[in-house]
């Protein structure tokens, strides 16, 4: 296959699933210009190694597990970028919700998300995302029944934080700061 034919076939199957590359970016990333340098270093991978895609299997898993793993490399690297250049007036353009015109619910699963580490995020996302638990084994490289346990931990994680809100009328991260002082 020609490179002009190779590339097209690229951008068709990645238009298909771009809804993949959005949850991924939207989930790792809070801030508009990570979320657009995310996309575009996962796309640049994707790119580099969609000659070794084997059709064997789904176009959407490869895609995750790729995503993923990108994503989480890149949150790793930018962490420990900011984490010395970040001055106070950065910090606080940063702190502005972008979630804030969304229902109560949402934006406590999207807080609920953000606290979780780079695996249970990955498996939140595949799990909303209407993966099975093979399926999601397959893309996070873990057996089927560990996807179960987590995702049962996971719920009930979730469970409890959604009745101490309604409890309390307040977000996670505010109850947290509450009890820490």
């Known amino acids: 296959m020609s490179t002009p034919e190779l590339q097209e076939r690229f951008q068709t199957v990645v238009d298909q699933h771009k809804k993949i590359l959005y949850k991924v970016c939207n989930s790792y ?4 210009d990570y979320r657009d340098d995310l996309a575009q270093e996962i796309i640049i991978q994707l790119w580099r190694s969609f ?3 084997d059709e064997r299997y789904r176009f959407s898993t ?4 790729i995503a993923l793993n990108v994503a989480i490399s890149f949150c790793r690297r930018e962490n420990r970028r ?4 970040i001055s106070d007036e950065e910090h606080l353009l940063e702190a502005i919700d972008e979630t804030k015109d969304q229902p109560e619910e949402i934006r406590l699963l999207y ?4 606290g979780l580490d780079p695996l249970n995020k990955a498996l939140v ?4 995302d209407g993966n099975n638990y093979q399926e999601i084994a397959e893309v996070l490289g873990i057996s089927e ?4 346990t987590k995702i049962s931990r996971l719920k009930s994680k979730m469970k409890q934080m959604k009745q101490e809100f309604r409890g309390t009328g307040q977000t996670e991260s505010q ?4 009890t820490e002082t």
Do not use: H, P, Q
């Not at 807080?111 to 953000?114: S, T, Y």
């Open 175 to 178: 109850a947290k700061s509450r």
């Open 29 to 32: 990333c809070r801030n508009r």
């Open 125 to 128: 996302l595949l799990y909303l």
């Open 82 to 85: 900011t984490r010395y250049v």
């Open 145 to 148: 029944t560990n996807v179960a």
């Open 62 to 65: 490869w895609m995750y597990r």
């Open 111 to 114: 807080e609920f998300i953000e």
């Open 51 to 53: 000659g070794k895609f």
